[in-house]
Every structure is written in C-alpha cells, then in structure tokens.
C-alpha cells in the first residue's frame, strides 16, 4: 500500500477542501454543539437585511458564549487561513455579513450580559451581542439611557463594527464618541483591550476609534464600555408638518445653525408617513413632517419648543402636535424606527436600496432637492427619511429584487445621489458603513492614497486577510 | 589619483555624517533661506516646556510655508532616512519636540491662515500653525468660538497631536471629538484626505481619530478642519471658595453625576491661588476653589448656577462670586491658564514635573486625597489644578532641575500616582500625550499586546521609523 499523498502536494483546489474539512473537525472538537454546519443555520448566517444578491453561506458557523471561546474560534481560523466573519443579529443593510470569501460567522448574539454599570460614572460595559433595547430595558431602573438607536435592534457589537448612529446623534453623538473602551480579539486570536473608563485620555493612538467603524476587517469585538446619560428631567415629542420637503428642510437648518440643543429632528416625507401609517396603525397627515424631540429641564424644553415653533410657522409649518403621554411618544419613535419595514411590506416581495448619503448642514436643501427630483422622474417608488439634524439622509428605493431595471435605475440613482454629496463636502455613509456596495464611493470620496492607507493597516493587522475579507476595499 | 571611495565602502558612523551632510545640503537647494541650521534657531527647536534633561538640537530647521513644503521635506528626509519632528509653537510638556534620534525639526508655524470659515455649517479649515488664540481672534466678528482651550496658546496642529483639552471639555469634548478632517502628509511625503466637512461619517477605517494623538509618528498635519460653536447666548462665570479640597471635588462629583450642563468646573489648589495671586495680580482667598462657568440661554444658564450653588453650599462652599463684566471673567481665566506659568515664577530656576492622570468621576475624590496626601509628605513645592469635571488633574511638582533627590521624588510621586489611577480604571495622560516621559506608563495601562498593535501600524506607515522617532513606545 502507498502511503496517502503528502497534503503540501495536493491539487490547489483539493488541498483547500481537506484544510477546510479539518479546521471544521478541528471547531467541532473544540465547540461541540456550539459549532453548526446545518444548512438553515448557514443560511440564515449568510445574508443580512440588504437587498444584495445572495452568494453561497459560510461554511460553519459557530456561537461564541466568551471571550475565550472567540479567541480560540479566530486562532483556528488562523491556522488553516480560513475567512472570519463575525456576526451580532444580522442587521446590516449593505452586505457586511455575507461570506463573499467563504468561511466561519463567529455568532456572538449568545454573549448577551451586561458586565457592569457604574451609574456613578455614567458607562456601562457589555458583551457585544447585547442589543441597544435589552440595555436600555436593563438601564430603566438606574434613570440612565443609551441614546444610540439605528432603526433596527442592532447589536451593540454590530452597532460599534459599523460606527451606527440613528435619531439621537444630533445630540448625543454616534457611537464613534460614544464607546469608551473596547476589549478585541486581534486577527491572530490574541485578546487586547483598548481605552479605559476615563472620560478623555491622550494615551497613545486611539485604538478604540480604529476598531469603531472597521466593520470586522482588523478583529472581533468581544467587550464594549459605553457612555451612559441620565434620562432627561423632561422630554416632550412633536410633529410638525410641512407644505413642502424644502419647508422641513429649511427649518431644520435654522435650528442647527441657531444652536437649538434639539435631541431629535427626522423628516418623514409623504411616501414614507403613509407606508408608517399603514404598518404601525397611525393617522398622520400624509404631508412632509418632522418628528421632534426635545430634552432637558422643564423650563429648558419649553424654550426650545418654543424656539422651533416660530421658525417652523416662519417656513410654514403648522402648529405643533404634541405627543401627550409617554406612550404616545414610545409609538411615533417605533413608527418611525419601523420605516424600513413598513416600506418593505407596503410592496410585497420588494426589497429596499438604501442610500445613506451625509453632507454639511448648509447644502442640505439643495442635496435633498435635487436628488428628490431625479428620483421623483425616475418612476422606482421610493421612500425618504433623514436624520436631518445631522445632514444625513436615506431613501429607500423599494426595487423588485427580480427586474434588473429597477436594479439598475436604483443604483443609478444612488450614484448621482453619492457624486452629488461628495461634491458638496459630504460622505457616501453617514451611519451603514461601507460593507460590499460602497467600495467604488469609498475611493472616490476618500482618494486612493487614503484608502491605500486603511489597506496598509489592515495588512499589518490582518496579514493573512481573514478577518471579514472583501468588505470596505479589497485589499 | 584614486577615485573617492563610495559611499556604500564607509564605515557607518562616517556614512551617516556624509548621508547628514548631503540631507542638508539637498534641504537648502529646496528650501533656501528656509532652511536654517543656525546653533540658536535649531536649540530653539531642540526643547519645549517639560523639564526633560536636554538632548542635542535637530541638526537643521526647515519652516514649512505650505502643503507642498511638508511634503517636500518629507520626500527628502524619507529619501535619506532622516528623523522628522513637527514643530508648531514648541509648548509641549512631554518632550515630544526633542531630537532624541537627531535629524530635522520641521516647523510649522508659519502656516497660520485660516483657510475658510463655513459659519453655516459650524466649521473652519485652518493651517497647522494656527494657534487657539489666534483662531478665536479671528473668529470673534462672526458670534461662532472654537472651546478646546490646553493652557499655552498651542498650534492647532499640536493640539491635533497630543489630542488636547482644557477647560471647556468638560461639555464641548477633546480635540478627539471636534476634528471633522485632515489633510495628512504621510511618511512617505504623499498627501492624503481624511474625514469630510459632514458632521458623521461611516466610511472606512477612522483614519482622523488615528492621527489625533499620534504625536508626529505616523505623519505631518498639513490642514485641519474643526468644528465651532456659536457663542452662547449668556456666559456667566463664577468663582466658588471650599474648605478643603475633598468639599470641592465631592461638589464637581454631584454636578456630574446629576448631568448639570457646566461648561467649565476648574478646582485650584491653595498652592496655585497663591501663585496665580502674585502672577496675575489677583486677590483670591487663599483656599480651595472651583472656577466654573455655565453657557446657555440667560434662564437655563441661571437654572444650572442655582442647582450648582445648592450642591456646592451643601459641601461647606461659600456663596458664589461673580465674574461681573466679560474682562472680569477673560482675566480669572487668563490666570487659570497661566497657572503653569505663575508656578514656574514662583521658584527662581525651577521646572515643572507635570502630571496628567484621569480617572472615572467616581474615583476622583479617592485619587485625588490620597496623592495630595503623599505629596504634601514629600516636602517637594507643588501646585495642583484640575479638569475636575472630567476627571482630569495636574500636580505640578516644582523642581530644582540640578537637584537630583527632588528630580526622583517626583517621579516616584509621579509613578504611585499614575500606579493608583490606573487601579481606579483611568489613565496615565488626559490630555497632554505619552510623549517620551510616559512610555512605560503606556504600557502598563494598555498593555504589551494593545502597545504592540501601536508598533504594528506604526511600522506599516513609516517603515523607515522617521516620524518623530522614540515617541510613545520605543519601536
């Protein structure tokens, strides 16, 4: 009998097969029943909520439930070259989570605790699979909250990996300055912890800032220590709403401009108020509004309402509608959390092209408007929200993922749409990240010297390029 | 005759003197008179505000007039693998200007212009060597200020570097959270963009926060674009006595933890009131206080004055003292800010050892007692001030620089200090970097593995180690 062919003298193609059925016998010795090859498992780890034609799922999944078990799920991924993709609720909208290169999710929605909060501080330190509802459910007692709210129930992991934001940002930030501290996994498996509880800190390079917004391409997050709020003294929530897009618009702007320390202000255009009105059973007058909130003391809230209202009515707007209870208020912000969904199901079998576009508060009206109007003539039946405090803006274009037509009308619009924003100042992403759809805008916003400068990192960092390859740029 | 040796056939000592000589020679041809290698100018370049033990000067001082320039002589000190410091107005505390492995200091502090002022937007782009002072100055016409206030008037560029505050982060943040873009010449000399005029942005790798606090050792700010405030509608300055130091610290803990909007909450020591009392002829009462000061609308900035002064009264504070007029309030912080200053002057010939530890608020009043308490044992002069609403404090130990028992007491008071803050979950430097001073200290707070993720980018962007050279860890 011969002895079996040496694996280093294999065909390309067959060695790579045998190194993968040993690095999956190797998790399942290490993992057991916390590692899946189950089909449903794969699949359901291969996609996200984008509108992204599917490729293949990753080979294997596993659930990590530590740090330990993280490190340990990457180091074998090292030793046999094997992609890592690591994966929160799977609610990215521009394809982060599909295996584009194959290999291993790393699923930490399983790692759900929340390690400590220090109310005294206002931080709070979590495990990544946390999402932001479970903590602020958790935080209800302490009258401290998170305010970072993307439309969906993101992880909180998910949530750092894409530097999100949502409608608090205009206030509060996103979640680049609101992480404090991160413990990583390194793409050679080795746990490193970035940061401190301190407010502020000048100790070498900000490490954190790195991991927040790198989207899984330099290592997996297995810690998190946010900043916390006291919940505001008073809150009060209005809607206002408008002859025109341009009247919201307008007033948006004087009141960034004026300094107004507004919490919230999202426009809902008319499209997206009657897909919200039909999912969430509402009654809004199918016209452009903005949705405000305001925080602070009593006295302090009155004085901004009272500011906000006398530029709307200038442009206007009509008299405010206040949400009168708690409740009240709880289901305008679900509504508006909900667009997405809302407008998903007002097309049967659609899918939503989302675009994320950000530009100075000053080119707004003109960004918005114009862009309006070319999607107006297009004839795709779209949907527009925006977080218009920051500049920032999605439409949906609802595109039957079937008809290459409105496929390829949608990602027309979308690029007009991002070349218009970049010439204005702005950013092709305000708030989803890059993943795989935006890797052309990245270049053409940033320069290739930069992103040749992000592929240096991530090559020192990632030298085998397992860590979330194929997303942000290809290397 | 023989033909001269080549220089590859030279023994390395006399080499590098060729490869120098050359360097300077191919510098002047380039730069002319821009070029200095005058002993007077390159000592000038060859120290900063810290007490370090002086190292020889660079051996050549080129002042940069422009992008084109940095790049230039970049290009030309990678092309002869010549250190490279940037330099603006020289106030570093942490030796980050000295020569340590000799080479160019490259000075850009003729780069003052502002560039353009987007008051709509809330931003300004500036040249490096635009000082704070020098921005509010021009700022002034247009009702808009720029808050990140360290105690010299820095260049924007180094503030950028040692990722600074001051007295206002305590509500408008660091210099981490109000840089929107830079433009960075690499250490290769190429030009690079990073970040948009857009006010969030989530778009590949964050390489704006990954300069902020690089301390010139991965490039050279060429441009820097911030963000900027409208002034508030009412400032109201107060000046707030206590009995000790705890009253004070326990009073700025509450003003925290209840989330009062302060805009400034500063403690001085009975040692700095002392010493600013004679420097900036002041009669403050020789205790413990708070200078704090609070912006908003006239009813809200009268709202968080009452709250402050009931909290502070129930910790033994004294009634309030008002800063009457706008000069009255610019001269009590002039003097804040001059305190450095005020204690130097205090002892003919000494220099200042500077701490710069932060910790979570509800650290700060153990940290703060116990190393007050070992310093006062120490018998050395000192002055403490403190960002106390962040967390952050200085004690300045006053030094006679030949005095070698008070040079080690103070790093040992320094160590035990640094040693405490970081068991209390803070860090070794708040605001002023790691520089040369703090290298060990780095590592004990972030450890081996998050340093050797620092070394790994570091030598991915400047494979050659010639920006600012032996900075923040030894490579």
Same mark, same amino acid.
């Given at each position: 009998m011969n002895a079996p062919t040496p694996i280093s003298h294999l065909a390309p193609e067959i060695k790579q097969r045998v190194i993968a059925g040993e690095f999956i016998e190797a998790l399942k010795a290490r993992f057991a029943s916390a590692c899946s090859?189950? $089909?449903?498992?794969? !699949? /359901?780890?291969?996609?996200?909520?984008?509108?992204? *034609?599917?490729?293949?799922?990753?080979?294997? *999944?596993? +659930?990590? /439930?530590s740090t330990k078990d993280i490190a340990d799920a990457v180091k074998l991924a090292a030793q046999y070259s094997v992609p890592v993709i690591p994966f929160g609720v799977g609610s990215s909208l521009e394809g982060h989570l599909l295996a584009v290169q194959g290999g291993m999710s790393l699923d930490v929605s399983k790692m759900d605790k929340i &390690?400590?909060?220090?109310?005294?501080?206002?931080?709070? #330190?979590?495990?990544?699979?946390?999402?932001?509802? /479970?903590?602020? /459910?958790?935080?209800?007692?302490?009258?401290?909250? +998170?305010?970072?709210?993307?439309?969906?129930?993101?992880?909180?992991? %998910?949530?750092?990996?894409?530097?999100?934001?949502?409608?608090?940002?205009?206030?509060?930030g996103t979640m680049r300055e609101n992480v404090l501290a991160l413990e990583v996994v390194s793409a050679?498996?080795?746990?490193?912890? #970035?940061?401190?509880?301190?407010?502020?800190?000048?100790?070498?390079?900000?490490?954190?800032? &790195?991991?927040?917004?790198?989207?899984?391409?330099?290592?997996?997050?297995?810690?998190?220590?946010?900043?916390?709020?006291?919940?505001?003294?008073?809150?009060?929530?209005?809607? =206002?709403s408008f002859p025109s897009i341009e009247a919201a618009v307008r007033t948006t702007i004087q009141i960034i401009q004026m300094g107004i320390p507004i919490a919230?202000?999202?426009?809902?255009?008319?499209?997206?108020?009657?897909?919200?009105?039909?999912?969430?059973?509402?009654? &809004?007058?199918e016209q452009p509004l903005l949705l405000m909130e305001f925080h602070g003391s009593p006295d302090s809230v009155k004085e901004q309402a009272t500011s906000v209202q006398?530029?709307?009515?200038?442009? @206007?707007?009509?008299?405010?509608?206040?949400?009168?209870?708690?409740? !009240?208020?709880?289901?305008?912000?679900?509504?508006?959390?909900?667009?997405?969904?809302?407008?998903?199901?007002?097309?049967? %079998?659609?899918r939503a092209i989302s675009t994320d576009t950000c530009v100075p508060i000053s080119r707004l009206a003109d960004c918005l408007l114009e862009s309006v109007e070319e999607t107006e003539a297009s004839g795709l039946s779209y +949907?527009?929200?925006?977080?218009?405090?920051?500049?920032? +803006?999605?439409?949906?274009?609802?595109?039957?993922?079937?008809?290459?037509?409105?496929?390829?009308?949608?990602?027309?619009?979308?690029?007009?749409?991002?070349?218009?924003?970049?010439? $204005?100042?702005?950013? =092709?992403? @305000? !708030?989803?990240?890059?993943?795989?759809?935006k890797m052309g805008f990245l270049i053409d916003e940033a320069g290739e010297g930069a992103v040749q400068m992000m592929r240096t990192i991530k090559k020192a960092l990632d030298p085998q390029n397992i860590m979330n390859p194929g997303k942000i740029f290809s290397v």
């Open positions: 090859t189950a $089909m449903a498992v794969r !699949e /359901q780890h291969g996609r996200d909520e984008s509108a992204f *034609v599917s490729v293949p799922p990753p080979s294997v *999944v596993v +659930f990590a /439930q &390690l400590s909060i220090n109310a005294e501080d206002l931080t709070v #330190t979590v495990q990544p699979g946390v999402t932001r509802m /479970q903590l602020n /459910q958790e935080l209800k007692s302490t009258g401290l909250f +998170f305010p970072i709210d993307p439309g969906a129930n993101a992880s909180l992991g %998910g949530m750092c990996a894409t530097r999100a934001s949502g409608t608090n940002a205009v206030r509060y050679e498996g080795e746990i490193i912890r #970035t940061g401190t509880r301190a407010k502020k800190s000048s100790a070498g390079y900000d490490l954190t800032r &790195l991991f927040i917004g790198s989207e899984g391409t330099l290592g997996v997050l297995s810690e998190i220590t946010l900043k916390i709020y006291p919940l505001p003294e008073a809150i009060s929530a209005a809607i =206002c919230r202000v999202e426009l809902i255009d008319k499209n997206s108020v009657r897909m919200v009105n039909a999912h969430s059973k509402l009654t &809004l007058a006398e530029i709307a009515t200038e442009f @206007g707007g009509e008299e405010f509608e206040w949400a009168s209870t708690p409740e !009240e208020r709880t289901r305008l912000w679900s509504a508006r959390h909900n667009t997405y969904f809302a407008a998903l199901q007002s097309r049967p %079998g659609c +949907f527009l929200v925006g977080h218009v405090g920051d500049g920032n +803006f999605h439409f949906g274009y609802l595109i039957d993922p079937n008809n290459e037509h409105e496929r390829s009308t949608a990602e027309a619009l979308n690029h007009k749409l991002v070349a218009r924003a970049l010439s $204005m100042g702005g950013t =092709c992403s @305000g !708030e989803h990240g890059i993943g795989l759809h």
